[in-house]
Each structure stands twice: as structure tokens, then as C-alpha cells.
């Protein structure tokens, strides 16, 4: 007759079993992940990740897309990594040193920071020198009225703080925003994961968090697969919604990056941290992009 009662051997094995399950289920590996080791990588060497490190730099703008993928640190990536540090202010080492490897370690916003042949916007220079924010695509003089709605479910509270968000661009600028059904909206807002049809897939937690599209087109997607909450303070490992809806909106206006660490419009955003309120270079860079 077999015993009413589980081995603990047997009970363990099930509950080591389900725990990998429900692990494997729900984790992704770091986006991120190829930059481990790779403090003090310079031209000459050869190096797992490489390739990564190309692909990222080639998305966000600083190398071409026709670059040779291998693992090899050659004069193309050393100019590439020179452009990014230049960009954010970094030691323009070539290199990838310390404070390099951490800010390409950061999540941040999906939208490339400089616009290569392969894209079709066209960036506006007409900046002065305080000004550090960047000017893409306006949205035609007869439409300061935009209408919004969702793609999907969110909860109250996430639509909310959107509506906050919104708020706050539209007392700095020309443009009032109406919640309307789908079939009337200009700005689309959606929650999307890894890949989504539009070409620019999602990596999971901890990479990109969100990305917009410049006028015309008018749509906002936020990455599921992070942690997002709303009405307190983040966790280490949580993601404003209101600070994140702030900065691609400012896509959303036609704004670009900007290379003010404190403005709103800067592409990298780490956990933990909150930007509900516009910098002065964000408003700048707005009234500059709609002037009054």
C-alpha cells in the first residue's frame, strides 16, 4: 500500500521545481548585461559584447547602421564612444571607463539621441548657448488641440498621473489636451512589451522604459514588464509613471534629448528616482520649438 505521506526529499524536489518555474516565468536577463567586465575595454581589444555595445550606440545615434558587427574595439567605436561622452558630458576618454559603463548601465527613455541618415526627422540647431535642449518635428500651426486616449487598460491612479503630466506641458505651452474615444484621439498612449510592431521592441525590465513618436504620428508606449507605480515614491526598483509620461511627451511636442541631467528631457531615468516637474530647459526648449 503507498504511504499517505510525501517523502521531505519528494517535497523539496516539487518545491524547488515550482520556484524555478514561477522564476523562469517572470525574469528577464539584464538588458544591460553585456557591459559586465567591460571597465577599462579600449581600441585594440576584442571582448564579449561588443557587438551589443555597437547595436546599442547604433539605435541611440552614434555610429552607422552599416557598421561591421564583431567583438573587436576598433577606431569606428573609439569615435562613437568619443560622440556619446561628448554628448553627456563624460570624460572624452574613447573608452569605456567608469562613469561611461554606468551611464550605459542606466534605463532610459527608447528614442535615439542623434538622428542618423537612416531617420527621417529633422533636427532644428537654433539653440543659444545656455540652451541644451533639441528641437525635432513641429506639429502644424492648426493643431494645438490635441486629443488623447489609451490603447489600453490602465489603472485609475497611472491615468491620472498622465493627466498630471499633460497638464503640466500644456501650462508652458500653446497646446490644450481632451480625453477622447480611440477613433478621435491624436495621441495614442499604450502599454506595450518586447517585441510590439512598431519596430522598436522592448527588452524587459531595467532597459528601456518607454518611447514616443514626433509629430505627426502621436503615440507614447510604456515597457509592461517594468515596475511602474504612481501615487508615492518609488522604490529602488520602481518607475515613476508621471516622470516618465513628462518626458515623452515632451517627444510627443516634437522635443528631442536633451544633455541637462536635470531636465526632464534627458534620456536616462534611474529607479528609484522621480522628475514630475518641467526644468527651465525643458520650458526653453518647448517655447523655443512653439513661440508664442
Not at 6 to 32: K, T
Not at 34 to 53: C, P, S, V, Y
Not at 178 to 186: F, H
Request: glycine fraction near 8%.
Amino acid at each position: 500500500m503507498a504511504s499517505k505521506f510525501a517523502s521531505p526529499y519528494n517535497l523539496l524536489f516539487f518545491a524547488v521545481l515550482i520556484m524555478c518555474y514561477a522564476d523562469s516565468s517572470n525574469s528577464f536577463p539584464s538588458p544591460q548585461k553585456f557591459l559586465m567586465g567591460m571597465n577599462g575595454t579600449r581600441k585594440g581589444d576584442r571582448a564579449n559584447g561588443l557587438i551589443e555595445l555597437k547595436k546599442y550606440l547604433q539605435h541611440f545615434g552614434y555610429m552607422d547602421v552599416m557598421h561591421q558587427n564583431d567583438d573587436f574595439f576598433d577606431e569606428t567605436l573609439e569615435s562613437a564612444i568619443k560622440e556619446y561622452q561628448n554628448y553627456y558630458n563624460l570624460n572624452t576618454t574613447g573608452f569605456l571607463d567608469e562613469e561611461t559603463v554606468v551611464l550605459l548601465s542606466t534605463p532610459r527613455c527608447g528614442v535615439p539621441d542623434q538622428m542618423m541618415t537612416s531617420f527621417s526627422e529633422h533636427i532644428d540647431h537654433r539653440s543659444n548657448m545656455s540652451a541644451r535642449y533639441k528641437l525635432v518635428r513641429r506639429w502644424p500651426t492648426n493643431m494645438r488641440n490635441l486629443n488623447y486616449s489609451y490603447m489600453d487598460d490602465f489603472s485609475l491612479f497611472q491615468s491620472i498621473e498622465i493627466s498630471k503630466a499633460l497638464e503640466k506641458w500644456a501650462a508652458v505651452s500653446p497646446f490644450t489636451f481632451r480625453y477622447t474615444g480611440l477613433s478621435n484621439a491624436r495621441v495614442l498612449i499604450g502599454l506595450r512589451r518586447l517585441e510590439h510592431g512598431d519596430g522598436h521592441p522592448f527588452d524587459g525590465p531595467g532597459g528601456v522604459l518607454g518611447h514616443a513618436f514626433y509629430p505627426k504620428r502621436g503615440e507614447l508606449h510604456f515597457d509592461e514588464d517594468e515596475n511602474w507605480v504612481t501615487y508615492k515614491d518609488p522604490g529602488p526598483d520602481e518607475v515613476d509613471v508621471q516622470s516618465v509620461a513628462l518626458h515623452e511627451l515632451g517627444h510627443i511636442l516634437g522635443l528631442g534629448h536633451s544633455y541637462d541631467k536635470n531636465a526632464v528631457m534627458f534620456a536616462y531615468f534611474a529607479y528609484g528616482m522621480t522628475k514630475r516637474y518641467l526644468a527651465q530647459d525643458d520650458i526653453d526648449g518647448i517655447r523655443a520649438l512653439y513661440p508664442s
